[in-house]
């Protein structure tokens, strides 16, 4: 074979290699999704902690009142709610969660949840992953929607058992 032969296939070979994905393969990475207002989010991400899953709750740190004090601040700036949004508070946040959401590979929706937590199930399941809706004891709202997640889940034990764990 001549050099420029193997110089020509070098070349299709390496424009054949699939590129990376950055998004994460890992079957466990969980990006637990929820509300900074629902006490049952650290206590749900413990127990899939416990059965071996790599958990990302750390926006939960920010506490309960974190959306209201960044209202609170930008208003009193004289800013409106889209100046906020376009605000660096708001795009460290917002890069802080996307990255993250990018790399699960498995979301789950802890219920009651608000718009934003929506937002990145819907998200993770534009991206083809798997996603899970954890029904909280009482469920007083129907929603058809949720048929798009993956399954919907009446209590931690069907969501491990979703997750491929028998309890």
Known sequence: ?????????????????PRQSTVSRHPKKVYLIGSLRNPAVPSIGATLRREGFDVFDDWFAAGPE???????YEEARGRTYIEALQGKAATNVFCF??????ECNTAVLVLPAGKSG????????????????????????WDVMYRFATAVCPSIEDLLGHLGLTV
């Open 118 to 141: 929506h937002m990145e199930l819907g998200r993770c399941i534009g991206q083809g992953k798997p996603t899970y809706i954890l029904l909280p004891p009482a469920t007083d709202r």
């Open 97 to 102: 969660d996307e990255r993250n959401l990018n």
């Open 1 to 17: 074979m001549s050099l420029a032969t193997a110089s020509r296939i070098s070349r299709m070979e390496t424009r054949m290699v």
């Open 66 to 72: 974190a959306d209201d004090k960044w209202r609170e």
